[in-house]
Structure formats: structure tokens, C-alpha cells
């Protein structure tokens, strides 16, 4: 059964940092290239950073340089470190293949605000 569970959101002020963690179960996680979204109240989802198998990395416009995607395979895990962290920035956070669409997760809430 494929499980994509995401974790690590929380509360943070403005220009705090949160690392976000998405562990997947019942894929070969190694064989996957991976994304990480974001969807705030009211607005459409929206591809926020991916990574490929070989670790190559692209970003949103808007998070170049304040987010970085890393992955560790061992731990079939897909990261975000988000830092300078803005009030837009609040949204649900999910993860998901980047070309084969998985169950969604449950996402993870970020809310940052003073």
C-alpha cells in the first residue's frame, strides 16, 4: 500500500525556519523523482520545489533561495528546509512523485505569523 505521510509544520514567526519531512512506504522510493507542494485556503495547489532521482533540484520562483529539497533514500524520505519565512508561506505542505501520481498524503500546516 502506498503511503506518503508528511510532518514537521507547525507555527513559526516571520523569517523563522521549518524542515519539513514526507516518508514514503510501498514504493521504491530510490526510483522516484519527488515534489513538494503547498496549498493555502482558497487558492489552487501549487508546485513549490522537486527533486529528481539523481538529486537534481528546481524551485518556484518565489522560494529560490529561502527553500532547499534534499532527499535521503535509505530513509525514503524527502525533505524541505524552509528558512526567511514569509506570511504567504502559509499553506498545507504535501508531497508526491513528481510523474506518477501517489495517494495523497494528509500534508503538513504551516503557519507563520507574528
Known amino acids: 500500500q502506498v503511503q506518503l505521510v508528511e510532518s514537521g509544520g507547525g507555527l513559526v514567526q516571520p523569517g523563522g525556519s521549518l524542515r519539513l519531512s514526507c516518508a514514503a512506504s510501498?514504493?521504491?522510493?530510490?526510483?522516484?523523482?519527488m515534489d513538494w507542494y503547498r496549498q493555502a485556503p482558497g487558492k489552487q495547489r501549487e508546485l513549490v520545489a522537486g527533486i529528481t532521482t539523481d538529486g537534481i533540484t528546481n524551485y518556484a520562483d518565489s522560494m529560490k533561495g529561502r527553500f532547499t529539497i534534499s532527499r535521503d533514500n535509505a530513509k525514503n524520505t524527502v525533505y524541505l528546509q524552509m528558512n526567511s519565512l514569509k506570511p504567504e508561506d502559509s499553506a498545507v505542505y504535501y508531497c508526491?512523485?513528481?510523474?506518477?501520481?501517489?495517494?495523497w498524503g494528509q500534508g503538513t500546516q504551516v503557519t507563520v505569523s507574528s
Open positions: 508526491n512523485a513528481k510523474y506518477t501520481l501517489l495517494p
Open positions: 510501498g514504493i521504491i522510493f530510490s526510483r522516484y523523482a
